[in-house]
């Protein structure tokens, strides 16, 4: 799957209409709000990647979070997000961003986030990685991370996985997919893509970047969250995650 496939799907005005309704009606979910207040201090510099219309961002604000950058790869999503944060008086920077080629210093923000299973949307393992590493780079040593995935070993499609790993075993995968735990969905707006990795994959590359694994945890047993986050979203996985502290 090729990136500009992906960035399709999330340019088109249906999906933009979609997120924008979620940041302007149904905000934080119980659970985000839970491990954000947790572990960011509301004076902390926070990178947000994936930011879409700006759920996130717009609610971290409304909790007194004051030193947002909401960063998306999509122009159409940054642009309904700037409109949406002038009409909800949320004064903050938007910006255009490419996850795996960030424009910013080393060590210049407190913590990110990249919520609503963003960097599984990043096509091919190589490229997620690359995301993660300059993830790694723009926070200051022992500053906080915070992200979700599905979880490939607790999906309710478990049946589907199965067959799936046989496919691939035998070398009768999809073409259009580069990596096992990759699903595609063909829609009115164009390919779905994302990627289902279980925790022992997610544990390994984090190992490589050099993140320090806090704490994971299924966002079902964090809250119980209404109805409208049910409809709007499938339970996944959070994970807290923390750059190496500075040596003496």
Same mark, same amino acid.
């Given at each position: 799957m090729d990136r500009e496939t992906v960035? &399709?799907?999330?340019?088109?005005? /249906?999906?933009?209409?979609?997120?924008? &309704?979620?940041?302007a009606r149904l905000g934080?979910?119980?659970?985000?709000? &839970?491990i954000f207040t947790r572990v960011f201090a509301q004076t902390d510099s926070l990178l947000e990647l994936g930011c879409g219309a700006g759920r996130i961002a717009f609610g971290l604000h409304e909790l007194g979070y004051q030193n947002i950058m909401a960063t998306d790869y999509s122009a159409e999503m940054i642009k309904r997000a700037r409109h949406l944060s002038t009409l909800l008086e949320c004064n903050m920077p938007l910006r255009v961003c490419d996850a795996t080629d960030l424009e910013f210093e080393d060590n210049v923000f407190d913590g990110a986030i990249f919520g609503f299973n963003g960097l599984m949307q990043i096509p091919q393992a190589a490229q997620r990685e690359q995301?993660?590493?300059? =993830?790694?780079?723009? =926070?200051? *040593?022992?500053?906080?991370?915070?992200?979700t995935s599905h979880?490939?070993?607790? /999906? *309710?499609?478990? /049946?589907?996985? =199965?067959?799936?790993?046989?496919r691939w075993q035998q070398a009768e995968q999809s073409s259009e997919l580069d990596d096992f735990g990759d699903?595609?969905?063909?829609?009115?707006?164009?390919?779905?893509?994302?990627?289902?990795p279980s925790m022992q994959e997610m544990d390994a590359v984090l190992e490589r970047v050099g993140f320090r694994v806090e704490a994971t945890v299924m966002r079902s047993q964090l809250a119980h969250e209404s109805s409208e986050v049910d409809d709007f979203s499938d339970d996944c996985r959070f994970w807290v995650v923390q750059t190496p502290e500075v040596s003496d």
């Open positions: 960035l &399709k799907y999330f340019d088109s005005e /249906s999906v933009v209409d979609h997120y924008a &309704k979620a940041a934080l979910w119980e659970s985000e709000e &839970k995301a993660l590493s300059e =993830i790694f780079r723009v =926070i200051r *040593p022992g500053g906080w991370f915070v992200f979880d490939r070993d607790r /999906s *309710p499609h478990r /049946s589907f996985w =199965i067959q799936e790993e046989q699903r595609t969905e063909t829609t009115a707006d164009g390919a779905h893509y994302m990627h289902v």
